[in-house]
């Protein structure tokens, strides 16, 4: 997916606020130290080697005894659901605690956010050598934790538990990272590089302990072993966690890195129901230092050569073995068109029409209107239509979703399943509930989902939506030629759901969302107001325009007064759906990571959470498409219909590139424009029966 050159688009991208939970929290100094800039493909740090003695007393009294050290290789070896242990009050107190007052007073945190992500993180602490002394002086607890940590005592501790062999000392990989309400991470298995051991070493507010209900704990995935009818064996991750961690001060959890097996994820910190609340837990403040142990490198006792890239090349085998992306679920199910072939208005006969208007707004079906659509798709390879559906038929979908969405559904999936909707999986790529049309008659369905309460958004599934009259339309509406369609119904419940980047490869493709969230609260009000009874007019999207591009928000209570406004905090709910550009060039970074600083350039399009609001996309090769987490501050669940259409390519027309200008060359079918808007071209005086 490429993006149009634009002069002023910078004026139309998405505002990234940062948050300000982290400063007010954490930092209590005025002059915070920035962190050194690694050094490109430097990895390797010194330690100050520690003898035997002096590093065994920066942790507790008795950790390494014999029987203790037994106890906890005990307990590893018969963990569940993968190997892994917990130490409590691993740190010698008083040290940990002038670790965190170090850290309060002096470290820097950067807010980061991607698709699978959200956290305030410190530099990488191998790079604390690369600060001048003065800063250093700043640091002498921080330094004494890191080159205890490496310690070959404390190395060969967790290799005797873990079993893993030798670990690296000079190839330190620990860095700071803060969770605040709001702040997760979502399900990976770590596998990354030399990579041996993970762990995570708790710096939680030592005189407040940290509840299990705030949230923020290390949680486990177990892996399912599923034999294909080749006899091949596939190892994927189920989708609801069996080990829950909750965090606790001077605790460590670590686990050996394994491909295909370690998947874990960090809970949702969870917001408080008040400010006051929130002081009073000191801020609900999850810092922890975490990292890697690594395979030794060149030059330690145990390296052996081409040992890394034995490594990956076996995890890379391992997360292949038995083909798992079989098993991964929706598997696309797209119905082909018999004959595609482009449409015209003159298509429509009277039973056509009366079918579209079952269900559509009235004023799509206006050539003057239509044609408005195409032009603009035309230009700007994307739309985002409000009000889709007409009044009559988006009050019984209303209606039937509201209560839906008022009755929260089953914890465990495999419950969730004895029903019509399925969970998605596996929970590295994504997770939400949804419903796929089938092949069953969709008169037995429409049964089935009656008795359920959902029969109106079944009907848009399996009736509407698939149906030669609205192709028809669409057809007109983007120019495309549709070969296929594949429509799915999904529900992306609250401190559950979202899917993380994938990519797209082929031939352009159109993709089509039609929001069906009834709550408001999303980021994307003022469009709402503007469309309870009609499709967007110029007047009306001329002061509102734009704001559905906004990061999703949870709406803020009213106040009694102007200086209360201006003090109530922007909380970001997520649940919105992104398009990014893919970076050829970051292959060392986040694949879908949103730049700091107010710097959007990557994002494509961007739609919150919204009411009756049809978005269409035709998306290039190479681009990045999520759906955000939606936490648990959300004021509800997101619902939509998401369809993709498979198209006829259409060569590039030279012509029409020169008549376009030179700001536009080298862009053909499946260009998308970043500072995409949603459509505003009908007039006002045009009246229509939606809400």
């Known amino acids: 997916m490429k993006r149009k050159a634009d002069s002023h688009a910078t004026s139309h991208k998405p505002v990234q606020k940062k948050s300000k939970t982290c400063k007010s929290a954490i930092s209590q100094a005025d002059h915070r130290m920035i962190w050194p800039q690694k050094l490109q493909g430097q990895r390797l740090t010194t330690t100050t080697a520690l003898n035997d003695g002096d590093a065994k007393k920066r942790f507790r009294d008795g950790l390494f005894d014999k029987d203790v050290l037994d106890k906890y290789t005990q307990g590893y070896a018969t963990s569940a659901p993968y190997k892994h242990s917990v130490i409590h009050e691993l740190i010698e107190d008083k040290l940990l605690r002038s670790v965190r007052e170090e850290i309060k007073n002096n470290v820097s945190f950067t807010p980061k956010e991607t698709d699978i992500y959200k956290i305030h993180q410190s530099g990488d602490l191998a790079n604390l050598d690369g600060l001048d002394d003065e800063a250093l002086a700043k640091l002498p607890s921080l330094l004494a934790l890191r080159d205890a940590m490496y310690s070959q005592s404390f190395r060969d501790y967790v290799a005797h538990i873990t079993g893993c062999g030798p670990l690296s000392g000079r190839k330190t990989d620990m860095a700071i990272n803060v969770y605040t309400p709001g702040c997760y991470l979502l399900c990976h298995?770590?596998?990354?590089?030399?990579?041996?051991?993970?762990?995570?070493?708790?710096?939680?507010?030592?005189?407040?302990?940290?509840?299990?209900?705030?949230?923020?704990?290390?949680?486990?995935?177990?892996?399912?072993?599923?034999?294909?009818?080749?006899?091949?064996?596939?190892?994927?991750?189920?989708?609801?966690?069996?080990?829950?961690?909750?965090p606790a001060w001077n605790q460590l959890s670590f686990f050996a890195v394994q491909p295909g097996e370690s998947f874990h994820d960090v809970e949702e910190v969870y917001h408080a129901k008040t400010k006051e609340q929130l002081e009073k837990e000191g801020g609900r403040v999850r810092m922890a230092i975490s990292g890697w142990f690594h395979i030794p490198q060149l030059g330690e006792d145990g390296y052996v050569e081409g040992a890394e890239e034995k490594l990956a090349k076996n995890s890379g085998l391992m997360q292949l073995q038995g083909n798992p992306e079989q098993y991964d679920?929706?598997?696309?199910?797209?119905?082909?068109?018999?004959?595609?072939?482009?449409?015209?208005?003159?298509?429509?006969?009277?039973?056509?029409?009366?079918?579209?208007?079952?269900?559509?707004?009235?004023?799509?079906?206006?050539?003057?209107?239509?044609?408005?659509?195409?032009e603009h798709f035309d230009e700007d390879s994307s739309i985002t239509l409000p009000s889709l559906l007409n009044k009559k038929f988006a009050k019984e979908v209303r209606d039937a979703i509201t209560t839906l969405n008022s009755a929260s559904p089953p914890v465990d999936s495999s419950e969730i399943e004895n029903g019509p909707w399925r969970v998605a999986k596996p929970p590295h790529k994504h997770r939400y509930l949804y419903l796929q049309r089938n092949t069953s008659s969709d008169e037995e369905t429409?049964?089935?989902?009656?008795?359920?309460?959902?029969s109106p958004l079944v009907d848009l599934l399996h009736n509407f939506l698939p149906s030669p009259q609205f192709r028809r339309w669409l057809q007109m509406a983007t120019g495309c030629v549709i070969e296929s369609h594949d429509l799915t119904a999904r529900r992306f419940r609250r401190g559950k759901d979202y899917t993380l980047a994938t990519g797209h490869e082929g031939k352009p493709r159109l993709e089509l969302t039609l929001g069906l969230t009834p709550t408001s609260g999303w980021g994307d009000e003022d469009e709402e107001s503007s469309t309870e009874e009609e499709p967007a007019t110029e007047e009306t999207q001329t002061n509102g325009k734009g704001k559905g591009k906004g990061k999703a928000k949870?709406?803020?209570?009213?106040?009694?007064?102007?200086?209360?406004?201006?003090?109530?905090?922007?909380?970001?709910?997520?649940?919105?759906?992104v398009y990014m550009a893919g970076d050829d060039d970051a292959a060392d970074?986040?694949?879908?990571?949103?730049k700091s600083g107010g710097d959007d350039d990557n994002i494509l399009f961007f739609q919150a959470p919204a009411w009756n609001k049809m978005s269409l996309v035709l998306r290039d090769s190479g681009s990045l498409k999520f759906v955000k987490y939606v936490s648990q501050k959300a004021p509800g669940d997101r619902w939509d219909i998401s369809g993709t259409f498979e198209v006829e390519e259409v060569e590039d027309d030279d012509d029409d590139e020169e008549a376009n200008g030179a700001g536009n060359e080298g862009e053909g079918n499946g260009v998308l424009d970043d500072t995409e808007e949603e459509w505003n071209g009908l007039s006002p005086d045009e009246s229509s029966d939606s809400d």
């Open 446 to 454: 429409m049964k089935d989902a009656a008795k359920d309460g959902y």
């Open 554 to 577: 949870a709406e803020a209570p009213k106040k009694s007064n102007k200086k209360q406004e201006e003090e109530e905090e922007v909380i970001e709910v997520g649940g919105h759906e």
């Open 189 to 246: 298995d770590d596998v990354i590089g030399s990579r041996k051991v993970s762990y995570i070493l708790y710096l939680t507010d030592p005189d407040i302990p940290w509840k299990p209900e705030w949230g923020g704990a290390l949680r486990l995935f177990p892996v399912r072993t599923i034999k294909g009818e080749d006899g091949q064996v596939a190892r994927t991750p189920a989708p609801d966690v069996s080990k829950v961690i909750p």
């Open 329 to 374: 679920m929706p598997q696309p199910k797209p119905a082909s068109v018999e004959q595609p072939q482009s449409s015209s208005q003159e298509e429509f006969d009277e039973a056509d029409l009366e079918f579209l208007l079952k269900y559509m707004s009235p004023t799509y079906l206006t050539p003057d209107t239509l044609e408005q659509v195409s």
């Open 589 to 594: 970074e986040d694949a879908a990571i949103y």
